[in-house]
């Protein structure tokens, strides 16, 4: 093999190897950083772990909705005609939020089987 083309093949390796390690930082950060979408049933069976942040998605069971005389504070449950979780929110809801209809939840933890939402902007989104 010649002079030139082990230096060709060094830099190609190289360059391959950088390559990998920026994929392997890449994808560990998006793993740390990642936030998956949850049924209520996936909550109730432990799926979830306490202090998680994480993405609910369900019906709004019908007669479940509680607001609050004090505050924003609204208070109801979500299913997957499976297994039925009680969420708190406090905030403005959004125009199209209604019982019987389905919703995406975003930034929210668990503490004692209740999703309780973390204070970041996007939290509830009507599907």
């Not at 390559?19 to 909550?43: C, Q, R, W, Y």
């Amino acid at each position: 093999m010649t002079p030139k083309r082990k230096q060709r093949l060094m830099l190609v390796s190289l360059m391959l190897a950088g390559v990998g390690v920026a994929v392997a930082f890449g994808v560990t950060a998006f793993k740390e950083n990642i936030m998956l979408f949850h049924s209520p049933t996936d909550v109730v069976t432990g799926a979830v772990q306490p202090g998680q942040a994480f993405r609910i998605g369900g019906m709004v069971v019908e007669g479940s909705v509680k607001r609050s005389e004090v505050d924003l504070a609204v208070k109801f449950k979500l299913t997957d005609h499976g297994e039925t979780v009680p969420v708190s929110f406090v905030g403005i809801l959004p125009d199209l939020f209604r019982e019987a209809e389905y919703v995406a939840l975003s930034y929210f933890i668990l503490l004692k089987k209740k999703a309780i939402p973390l204070y970041r902007d996007g939290l509830l989104t009507v599907i």
